[in-house]
């Protein structure tokens, strides 16, 4: 494995499809887990087997579906979920168990009403029997965010030892600043016995506007593994968002000694048909798949489009699987935008026909919040060229 390698891991058929209206049935999860194949992700968590019959069977469906990426069912630390998972996986050519326990403090003394040495013991004891099925194992630490750090490296020493590959070190509740879950990962690289025999996982919600700056934290800190998202969809404020982590990744310069195996030219259209099955908008300021991601309607940055437009552009449209760029007139749009729509539009205008065009221009952008092709024209043909051909 190389260690530059950034593992995709994508959940949104399992923690994506928890957001409230967002049901899909399984002909759509095997739709949505098609597309994440060809889009590159190296994982697909396909459901939560136990929770229900339905979830079993679109586990069951997409694990014959798909053959090129490991295909993933969630269980609690019980042995009924763990079989159940293993049933579930049956027929996927690369099967996961995906089990766990919350280790924080919060979660041992009021959701399980226990100790510490005991939820150790349920860990160790998940890990061995999800084991007994299947040979890649991935153990999730819930709310390994208020962890403490020292009990946290015990429990996934422990882990490893009984067999997990993958460690997966969850800020469940969005709660840790990027230093702060950055620092977690680098104790646990520093402090584990055997770490180097699992690949650490970063896990990461979305409550404080954190998940994709903690994600790319734990990267820089030692994590090979990013469970994220298409369009950042999950629980409460959501997950980390898939496209923003790959994107990270490819564009900046502190990290191009990373790679993922993601074809981003599918990330737009990944994005449109996750948003159309599960019925879930995207804000048009989204980064990356956003309708404005790419849109420009400042004069300023018009202009510096339009002559390069890597002046206010630092990805290319085209890598993303979006056309083009879009000059969005408005009162704030200056003559550059016009000429250049105008001209898209086949007209080529002389500085006086600009002029002109460029006054009515504003009149009707004071009306209207943003002004159409349609609107361009009617002024170019019915006043402009009417008007200069009378001069």
């Known amino acids: 494995m190389s260690d530059t390698k950034i593992h995709i891991f994508d959940t949104t058929l399992r923690d994506g499809e928890q957001v409230p209206g967002c049901k899909l049935n399984t002909e759509q999860k095997v739709e949505i887990a098609r597309e994440l194949e060809k889009l590159g992700v190296d994982v697909i968590e396909a459901g939560f087997p136990i929770s229900s019959p339905g979830d079993f069977r679109s586990v069951q469906a997409i694990s014959k579906a798909v053959s090129e990426p490991v295909i993933t069912g969630l269980s609690r630390s019980v042995e009924n979920d763990i079989k159940t998972a293993a049933e579930a996986l049956t027929y996927a050519k690369r099967p996961r168990i995906h089990t766990g326990i919350g280790t924080s403090d919060s979660h041992i003394q009021y959701k399980f009403r226990s100790t510490r040495e005991d939820v150790l013991e349920r860990a160790v004891a998940a890990v061995k029997y999800a084991k007994s099925f299947v040979e890649d194992v991935e153990f999730y630490a819930e709310d390994a965010g208020r962890t403490d750090n020292e009990y946290l490296a015990r429990v996934i020493e422990a882990v490893i030892k009984a067999g997990a590959t993958v460690v997966n070190i969850p800020d469940t509740t969005g709660y840790c600043l990027p230093e702060e879950y950055g620092a977690k ?24 506007g954190l998940a994709t700056a903690n994600s790319i934290a734990a990267v820089q800190n030692g994590a090979r593994q990013v469970e994220c998202t298409v369009n950042g969809i999950g629980e409460r404020a959501g997950n980390t968002s898939l496209e923003e982590v790959v994107m990270i990744i490819r564009q900046h310069a502190y990290l191009q000694q990373y790679h993922t195996g993601i074809n981003s030219k599918m990330l737009y259209p990944t994005s449109l048909l996750v948003r159309e099955r599960m019925g879930m908008a995207v804000q048009p300021n989204k980064a ?5 991601a790419f849109a420009h309607s400042s004069g300023i940055h018009q202009d510096g489009v339009i002559k390069k437009r890597e002046t206010y552009e630092i990805i290319d449209p085209l890598d993303v699987g979006v056309d083009k760029s879009t000059i969005v007139l408005t009162a704030r749009s200056g003559r550059a935008a016009v000429a250049y729509r ?3 539009l086949g007209y080529d205008l002389t500085k006086n026909e600009l002029d002109v065009v460029y006054k009515l221009f504003l009149d009707v952008a004071d009306v209207k919040k943003e002004v159409e092709d349609s609107d361009l024209t009617n002024i170019i043909t019915t006043e402009v060229r009417t008007s200069v051909a009378a001069e």
Request: glycine share 6%; hydrophobic share 45%; net charge positive.
């Open 342 to 344: 105008a001209k898209n």
């Open 185 to 208: 990962i680098r104790f646990l690289m520093e402090n584990v016995k055997g770490i180097h025999n699992a690949i650490i996982s970063a896990h990461c919600h979305n409550d404080l």
């Open 288 to 292: 990356i798949v956003g309708s404005n």
